[in-house]
């Protein structure tokens, strides 16, 4: 169960649910993540066999089954009676995707949370942790794996910036996210091959690719390598996150790199590996 800050989910949003019970017109599911009325364990929703898929339905235990975490889209909230009505049908592929491996990122700073509160010298329950530095470092981000992913890059200035935090706490939480966050990287590299013919072409050299480190802050997960091979060649590897912001960091580091070849007369070339 992930905390969240409201009793149930908002109409048009996505949520995890579990399936616990399913009859021939109808599946009913917990919303673990939300409290619902105070006389339930969670809030629960329902699914009405129209709502399972566009095609004609033989057998509604072909498509989901007691135990099976799916997600879903919610249709209509009746806060005062509990009753939440979701679609199966309404969720495609990408939304699927995309809202399980946020709900992992929301399971995992849950976790960090909880590790928290077990840390020694810190007297907080879990909910005690949401309140006074889950919630905050949320309230910053558009979304968990952002949240998380900063705690990892930029974790004291962030929490520098939340009010009512001890430093016990923040040495604390930093320790935790140290030990437990990695973030994946993915790495584009090549040869660049760069001469000038002029008496101080060394030191062109030298500017073009210290220009070209600059097109970015370095940072844990977003950096630029170039390293010497041999006269003429040196090596660029670049490290991001995801394939596409490192091919626009490539774009722009090599851009530098040809406009410094064009201005100086030199000789520029690219081999990517």
């Known amino acids: 169960m992930v905390k969240s800050r409201t009793k149930f ?21 917990d919303l673990i993540d939300f409290e619902g009325l105070n006389s339930e364990e969670c809030a629960r929703g329902m699914i009405h066999i129209s709502e399972i898929s566009s ?40 939304q699927k995707e995309n809202r399980m ?22 007297d907080l329950t879990l909910e005690q942790a949401y309140d006074k530095v889950g919630f905050p470092v949320l309230e910053l981000f558009d979304s968990y794996q952002e949240a998380i992913e900063n705690l990892k890059e930029n974790g004291e200035e962030i929490l520098s910036n939340i009010n009512d935090i001890t430093d016990d706490i923040k040495t604390a939480l930093l320790k ?10 993915v790495s584009i590299s090549g040869k660049v091959k760069l001469s ?47 394939y596409l912001d490192a091919e626009n960091i490539l774009s722009d580091a090599l851009e530098v790199i040809e406009q410094n070849a064009e201005k100086y007369n030199g000789t520029f070339e690219f081999i990517r590996d």
Do not use: C
């Open 176 to 185: 935790v996210v140290d030990e437990n966050v990695s973030i994946s990287t």
């Open 55 to 94: 095609r004609w339905i033989k057998n509604i235990r072909n498509y989901v089954r007691v135990g099976q975490r799916v997600v879903l889209r919610v249709l209509r909230v009746d806060q005062e009676k509990g009753h939440v009505d979701l679609s199966l049908r309404k969720v495609n592929s990408a």
């Open 101 to 122: 491996k946020e709900w992992k990122y929301a399971l995992k700073f849950e976790n960090l949370l909880q590790f928290l509160t077990e840390t020694e010298g810190i």
């Open 196 to 242: 000038f013919t002029s008496e101080n072409g060394i030191e062109q050299i030298k500017e073009s690719l210290l220009q070209a480190l600059k097109v970015i802050d370095s940072k844990m997960s977003r950096n630029i390598n170039i390293n010497y091979i041999a006269a003429p060649f040196y090596r660029l590897e670049i490290v991001s996150k995801d």
């Open 9 to 29: 989910p908002k109409e048009g949003s996505f949520v995890v649910a579990k399936v616990t019970q399913v009859e021939k017109q109808y599946v009913y599911v």
